[in-house]
T-cell receptor, first 116, second 112 residues
């Protein structure tokens, strides 16, 4: 089974520029997550989708971050404009289960974002 | 607010030794406790998980011990190997959405 695919692997931009990340989850996985992992910390959930609907985006800085999941499959996460504190690894994960399910989350290898 | 506290931040163990990583949680609504392993440049991967209705779960060299009254759980890696060198994260989830709250991670180094 193919894993969660993310691109690009690395991105370097200057502050106030915009950037977008792409995620292709495991086929058939209903739930998709975006996490932010700052160096030396655990992943922090930004947004959770179930199919193409948002389950929770309470920790997404909506003034600069946006995300969508078209047709309940691929997803994009955008930052506009970027700030220095956005430097992190952005991880995408997917799981087969929906609500009330403890199906494991499968993570991609992330996009490492550096803000200059 | 950090809801899952993990210690130690780093751990060095000799090959063949036992590695022990501890986590404590505050929210009694958590009802699922997984451990993830992360290698440099890779995403976290599920290692083992436990529900609070059992006190221990073992899979191969990996064991989770769970103390519901103390709101603590720990990961034990028996016969630690250099290939186990990685960062380990405990996590907890609750509610219908099953979102994971991660600890801050433990960087394990197993010396050959």
């Amino acid at each position: 089974e193919a894993g969660v695919a993310q691109s690009p692997r690395y991105k370097i931009i200057e502050k106030r520029q915009s950037v977008a990340f792409w995620c292709n989850p495991i086929s058939g996985h209903a739930t998709l997550y975006w996490y932010q992992q700052i160096l030396g910390q655990g992943p922090k959930l930004l947004i959770q989708f179930q199919n193409n609907g948002v389950v929770d985006d309470s920790q997404l800085p909506k003034d600069r971050f946006s995300a969508e999941r078209l047709k309940g499959v691929d997803s994009t996460l955008k930052i506009q404009p970027a700030k220095l504190e956005d430097s992190a690894v952005y991880l995408c994960a997917s799981s087969f289960g929906t609500t009330y399910s403890n199906q494991p989350q499968h993570f991609g290898d992330g996009t490492r974002l550096s803000i200059l | 607010q950090q809801q899952v506290k993990q210690s130690p931040q780093s751990l060095i163990v000799q090959k063949g030794g036992i590695s022990i990583i501890n986590c404590a949680y505050e929210n009694t609504a958590f009802d699922y406790f997984p451990w993830y392993q992360q290698f440099p440049g890779k995403g976290p991967a599920l290692l083992i998980a436990i529900r609070p209705d059992v006190s221990e779960k073992k899979e191969g060299r990996f064991t989770i011990s769970f103390n519901k009254s103390a709101k603590q759980f720990s990961l034990h890696i028996m016969d630690s190997q250099p290939g186990d060198s990685a960062t380990y994260f405990c996590a907890a989830s609750k509610g219908s959405a099953r979102q994971l709250t991660f600890g801050s991670g433990t960087q394990l180094t197993v010396l050959p």
